[in-house]
């Protein structure tokens, strides 16, 4: 369940790019191919444009939409990464993605409400 | 009472906790894991347990499954929900699954149980001094705290005040009933002992959860129910209040509003109504088809016996001046409680420190503290129903959590995201969630 503000879906969204550039980074060591930063990237933009709707639209977010929006920035990800034609397979970003979602999810989930006791209760801003 | 002097005050405990309640329980967990020593926390109770009072209330109305979802829990912190615990215990996706859909509801039974293991594991009985608070006088640095024979029980530096409900409403009819036949135990509120009997007409007046739990006994039970609300049913909200409240999403927009309408919206927020769960939802068609449900707007005047020893209720309906006669075995007055500024010791408060009240709110700071009587380094704060004017789902186990983890900043100091600070939380929260005691 989430009741986040803008700014709180946006920082908390930001935090999580430390994850996802880590997860970056074991997947340029372990495939050598460097166009995973440009992947973050694109990730990254897709994410903070996707956030601020789903801020300005949503109030209460379910769990299960969590994998709906998941898939929609998955597409979108996946769609502006052929236009720019960054050299990654859509099944190697498919699991380069779906690895940093499932990391991101399982922090944010379980161990942000513990490092901030009132991360929730502040709408999941941060600062 | 007794006279105080210096010798008679001993010296203060840093945190008195005035109840012993889930709401105590959950700020006693909070200020725990936020590395409060037990020893610096009193909690001041004539209940030996938490959720013993709560239990007989919910027993009563035959209450099975809680309101509440997944994060209504004692843990300090949102996470594990109780559904993610549950899967692990289980070893079932069923309870993730329906927590992803806002349909996951802890039983009663749990809920007390997980209350009874955390109050172990955080020490709260070593805190626990047997004692009901009955006044508490402002001192320039401390709060003393009476009993109800006026004798100083202690002296603390901070209070906060975790009272509960105040005593349930009993409608005027109702109460007069019971002065007139004492032996008659046909006529009851909510949460008194009854039995219920199959294929007899029960009334019932109300319009709020207890309301509706007792129609669902009564309908499974074979009996048949008619219900009286005053000011209508309203269905379907899922929450006691709605969801926005539980952040700053909701609480930001209410609390930036003008005393007035921040009112208005307190009392459109804390208004009784019933969620339709999945099982309700099939119980309430299928008893308003057979006839075994039936809902009256309208407001009950009096309640009499007839001749033949049956009780005949006078019911009148909005816009009407006839007054209506139904006939019913029982009455069961489900009409929730009194405003918490009804508590003695909050009316005690109020009345002797001219604290500030707005329609049947307690005004508090946001962060459920009473302005009056808060001075840096000593304050006194208020949680559980009592702070719905700081936030609306005050009753709420997440509502008390949001008070508590903010009263906590002024004991514990703010949270910060220093790395050592992040490695204490995640080991006391670790020894939470795998049943090891705080240290």
Redesign the interface.
């Given at each position: 369940?989430t009741?986040?503000?803008l700014h709180?879906r946006l920082q908390t969204k930001a935090v999580t790019y430390l994850l996802a550039l880590t997860t970056a980074l074991v997947f340029v060591l372990a495939t050598g191919n460097s166009a995973y930063w440009s992947l973050f990237a694109v990730m990254a933009i897709v994410g903070l444009v996707l956030e601020t709707v789903w801020g300005l639209v949503i109030?209460?977010q379910?769990?299960?939409v969590a994998f709906v929006f998941a898939l929609a920035e998955f597409g979108y990800t996946a769609a502006l990464a052929a236009v720019l034609g960054i050299p990654v397979s859509l099944a190697a970003g498919a699991t380069y993605y779906t690895v940093t979602w499932i990391v991101t999810q399982l922090i944010v989930?379980?161990?942000f409400?513990?490092?901030?006791?009132?991360?929730?209760?502040?709408?999941?801003?941060i600062w | 009472m007794s006279e105080i002097t210096p010798e008679n005050q001993g010296v203060a405990v840093p945190v008195g906790i005035v109840g012993g309640g889930f709401a105590a329980l959950i700020a006693y967990v909070v200020l725990r894991f936020r590395g409060v020593p037990a020893q610096n926390i009193r909690v001041f109770s004539a209940d030996n347990s938490p959720g013993e009072a709560w239990l007989k209330m919910v027993q009563a109305i035959g209450q099975k499954t809680m309101r509440s979802e997944s994060i209504g829990h004692f843990f300090p912190t949102d996470s594990p929900g109780l559904a993610t615990l549950e899967l692990f215990k289980k070893r079932s996706l069923k309870p993730i699954i329906l927590s992803w859909f806002d349909q996951y509801r802890p039983t009663v039974e749990s809920i007390i149980k997980h209350a009874h293991e955390i109050a172990q594991q955080v020490h709260f009985w070593q805190s626990l001094v047997p004692a009901r608070i009955a006044h508490i006088r402002k001192t320039p640095d401390s709060f003393l705290l009476y009993n109800e024979k006026e004798e100083l029980v202690a002296r603390v530096n901070n209070v906060i005040i975790a009272v509960g409900h105040a005593d349930p409403v009993l409608p005027e009819p109702v109460k007069k009933f019971k002065e007139m036949y004492p032996q008659d135990s046909r006529v009851n509120g909510a949460f008194d002992e009854k039995q219920v009997q199959p294929g007899h007409p029960y009334l019932v007046i109300g319009d709020g959860l207890s309301a509706a739990t007792e129609w669902v006994r009564i309908i499974e039970s074979g009996g048949c129910v008619i219900a009286v609300s005053q000011k209508g049913f309203q269905f379907g909200q899922p929450l006691t209040t709605p969801r926005r409240y539980m952040s700053k999403r909701g609480l930001g927009p209410f609390r930036r509003k003008q005393t007035g309408a921040r009112c208005a919206e307190l009392i459109q927020a804390t208004c009784a109504n019933i969620p339709l769960y999945t099982g309700w939802k099939k119980i309430f068609r299928q008893a308003l088809a057979e006839g075994a449900l039936h809902l009256i707007q309208g407001n009950v005047t009096d309640i009499q016996k007839d001749s033949t020893n049956k009780l005949d209720i006078t019911v009148v309906r909005p816009g009407s001046e006839v007054p209506e006669i139904i006939e019913a075995d029982q009455v069961i007055a489900a009409t929730g409680f009194y405003p918490a500024i009804k508590n003695p010791l909050i009316a005690q408060l109020i009345q002797d420190y001219n604290l500030p009240i707005h329609d049947r709110f307690l005004v508090l700071k946001d962060d459920c503290c009473i302005e009056k009587l808060s001075t840096p380094g000593s304050f006194a704060a208020v949680l559980g129903h009592a702070s719905a004017w700081a936030i609306p789902c005050a009753d709420s186990f997440a509502g008390m959590k949001i008070g508590a983890r903010k009263i906590a900043d002024y004991v514990a100091g703010k949270e910060s995201w220093n790395a050592r600070e992040l490695a204490r939380k995640t080991n006391r929260w670790a020894a939470l969630v795998f049943g090891k005691e705080l240290v």
């Open positions: 369940m009741l986040a503000t709180g109030t209460h379910p769990g299960w989930i379980y161990l409400p513990v490092w901030y006791t009132k991360w929730a209760d502040d709408g999941r801003e | -």
